[in-house]
């Protein structure tokens, strides 16, 4: 039996890891100060060079909720995850991506959807880019590596939104937007650091589950996206750390469970794959 989330009306620190996110949080962090429910926001920025840290110190001299964490490198989107969520102590905690814009009323509704539960959950949101084009990641399944095997390539984990589901179960949710009770997040021992950038995510919603909370996204709640802006100018370094992710998750969930066959294709398959898809992002980036 999971134990019942905080209040419902409790407050929510809103955790925002940047890097080179001059070009967007400044309308992230503006939102989040006016945002219903909001009692703390920690920045954790990982060694940008760009406009970010001048924006988010002028936000954190205006507003005392905003607290800012300067690593002096680039230590990974887990790490600086934890790190502003332990620099808090509000019962709620949400992640929210510098490329993300709530609503006044985004995470307090968000909230409401979770104490409705009564139980421990992990909430995401619909998420639309720029474009109107619905974020695949806003939904999805665990990764299935024997339909990988099967097929040669990486499965589409993304799901279908359900539009008779105001919340909809689901394997895994976006770390773009989520929220969740922080005594589950302490219970679950937070993000894994392992993972440097993608599928940590997966990873946390994998455990959360594991746990015993229900994991979903509210359907109902719709979150504007610039998908990727910090990513867009290193291709080759993201696509390396979306395969090492993929890797690692294997080697977490999967591969205690296969036979070692098995567990050389999946290697095989994965790092083979990385070239290919490594040209293609530096050829989308330069195009």
């Excluded at 962090?29 to 990982?46: E, F, H, K, S």
């Excluded at 300067?70 to 949400?94: E, H, K, L, S, Y």
């Excluded at 005594?183 to 946390?204: K, M, N, Q, S, V």
């Excluded at 998750?249 to 066959?261: D, I, K, N, V």
């Amino acid at each position: 039996m999971t134990a019942a989330a905080p209040d419902a009306r409790a407050g929510i620190v809103a955790v925002v890891v940047s890097y080179q996110s001059g070009s967007t949080i400044e309308a992230c962090l503006a939102r989040l100060r006016v945002a219903t429910g909001v009692t703390q926001i920690r920045v954790v920025d990982n060694g940008s060079t760009d406009a970010t840290l001048t924006i988010v110190q002028r936000h954190a001299s205006l507003d005392p909720r905003v607290h800012f964490i300067a690593n002096p490198d680039n230590p990974g989107f887990a790490v600086a995850c934890n790190q502003g969520a332990r620099d808090a102590d509000a019962p709620w905690i949400a992640f929210v991506n510098p490329d993300c814009l709530v609503d006044a009323d985004t995470l307090s509704r968000l909230r409401a959807h979770a104490g409705a539960l009564g139980v421990d959950s992990l909430l995401g949101t619909d998420l639309v880019g720029e474009d109107g084009v619905h974020d695949p990641a806003a939904r999805r399944r665990d990764p299935d590596f024997a339909a990988m095997l099967r097929r040669g390539s990486a499965r589409d984990l993304s799901l279908p939104r359900d539009p008779a589901q105001a919340l909809q179960r689901v394997d895994a949710v976006s770390g773009a937007m989520m929220l969740l009770p922080r005594p589950l997040f302490e219970r679950i021992d937070g993000f894994d650091t392992g993972y440097r950038l993608h599928a940590e995510d997966l990873d946390l919603c994998r455990r959360a589950r594991g746990a015993g909370a229900v994991v979903a996204v509210a359907n109902d709640i719709v979150v504007a996206h610039a998908r990727g802006v910090s990513s867009r100018s290193r291709p080759v370094f993201v696509e390396w750390h979306k395969h090492r992710g993929l890797w690692r998750y294997f080697r977490r969930f999967e591969s205690p469970r296969r036979a070692w066959p098995v567990r050389a294709a999946v290697w095989a398959m994965v790092w083979l794959r990385f070239p290919v898809a490594a040209l293609r992002a530096a050829a989308r980036a330069a195009g």
